[in-house]
């Protein structure tokens, strides 16, 4: 159990480890006992957060050239329904003169999706192992690799025997991933999500800055946000709100604290939902990117043949390829960066200014609205006082 809490308005509640995590710990026990020949029911890993965990190992095995042990999913306070699940590792020795003997080989087995549309983390055909946990596991296999010496190559396989069933209940079928859950996590930290709570925090921290005699207000959504922000605005960092999807919430608490400005910075598979004016941007609530992009494309003078695909996309990035295909892409985003301005400027009722961000990193694209620089030069001077 992570013995790790965050406040959430006031609630204290219990952080909780990603399936990623999970996945790189049952990884990193079973090449141990494999390199040793010794079991262990213990393991230690670095989360990308810097975070030290220390897990139990469950049904720990040594066999003739592999070994096998799984982490059990634990995700604190959040309502996750992987939570509990067994996520296995198996590690065996690379077969000698095959392509790759001397690297770390990583797959999946039962129980663990695989892509079936563009677009995600993963290619097509690709088993659902997401990138972070994959150079998670690579780093914390080399590094056991050297403790013993080992100078060949390891093939990881990671499964979760209830994996398929879970899958059903997730948003995965329809993003395109099929067969299992997908093994996911970018901090490897799960923090506690109560809608309620979180909302309480939101504003408590918008609270905060005002009464700091801020007056221009930073948004941002989540990890992603917050990895642009260090790269581009790193002076701006420390002073965002993290609004994740309580976007309208979070504009309407602005105007009620006087804030005299507020900008918004996120990635395009959230933000483009401004251009329909959906302000609270998770997938339960609505979706309408596609849409959004379809009536943009349209806008733009993009071929109805290119934008007829589009309603097969699962992500933002696999639409932009279509539109680029279309040579209509740079329109495009111009015309979603007025429609989210119009919405933008509707929900404060021009009363302030408002802009915001949106950028991927798969196409290197940054969008933003008519006001944005502006407020970008505000609150770079603001925050560097």
């Known amino acids: 159990m992570l013995n790790r809490y965050i406040n959430v308005g006031t609630q204290k509640l219990r952080c909780g480890y990603t399936t990623g ?3 790189t710990a049952a990884a990193k026990a079973a090449a141990q006992m494999l390199l040793s020949g010794k079991k262990t029911d213990k393991v230690s890993i670095v989360t990308p957060k810097r975070i030290d965990l220390d897990l139990e190992v469950s049904c720990a095995k040594i066999g003739m050239g592999y070994a096998e042990c799984a982490i059990a999913k634990d995700s604190g306070d959040d309502p996750d329904i992987t939570n509990g699940l067994l996520i296995f590792a198996r590690v065996e020795f690379s077969k000698a003169g095959t392509p790759g003997e001397n690297d770390i080989v990583i797959t999946g087995g039962k129980g663990v999706g695989k892509v079936t549309k563009p ?6 055909g690709e088993y659902a ?3 972070v946990p994959r150079n998670m596991i690579k780093k914390e296999l080399e590094d056991i690799c050297k403790e013993n010496n080992y100078a060949g190559g390891l093939r990881v396989v990671i499964s979760v025997p209830e994996g398929e069933k879970i899958a059903r209940k997730t948003y995965n079928p329809k993003m395109g991933i099929e ?24 504003r408590l921290e918008i609270k905060m800055r005002k009464a700091s005699g801020y007056k221009n207000l930073l948004l941002s959504l989540g990890n992603y946000s917050e990895n642009f922000l260090s790269e ?20 309407e608490m602005a105007l009620e604290y006087e804030f005299e400005s507020v900008l918004i910075v996120g990635h395009t598979g959230k933000l483009v939902k401004l251009g329909a004016g959906i302000m609270n941007t998770h997938s339960s609530q609505a979706d309408g990117r596609m849409e959004v992009l379809v009536t943009c494309g349209l806008l733009a003078g993009a071929d109805t043949e290119y934008l007829k695909k589009i309603p097969e996309c699962v992500t933002t ?12 892409l740079s329109d495009t985003l111009e015309v979603l960066g007025k429609r989210a301005e119009q919405h933008l400027r509707a929900k404060v009722k021009d009363t302030i200014p408002i802009g915001a961000v949106m950028f991927s990193n798969k196409h290197n694209i940054v969008v933003k609205t008519g006001m944005a620089d502006m407020l970008i030069n505000k609150i770079s001077e603001e925050y560097n006082d």
């Open 21 to 23: 995590s999970c996945a």
């Open 119 to 124: 677009g995600l983390d993963q290619p097509v």
């Open 129 to 131: 192992i997401n990138s």
């Open 179 to 202: 067969g299992g859950i997908s093994i996911i996590g970018t901090s490897g930290i799960v923090e506690p999500m109560s809608s309620a709570a979180l909302i309480d925090t939101i």
């Open 232 to 251: 581009n605005m790193p002076v701006a960092l420390d002073k965002s709100v993290k609004c994740s999807n309580f976007i309208g919430e979070a504009i």
């Open 317 to 328: 990035d696999a639409a932009f390829d279509i539109l680029s295909e279309s040579g209509k």
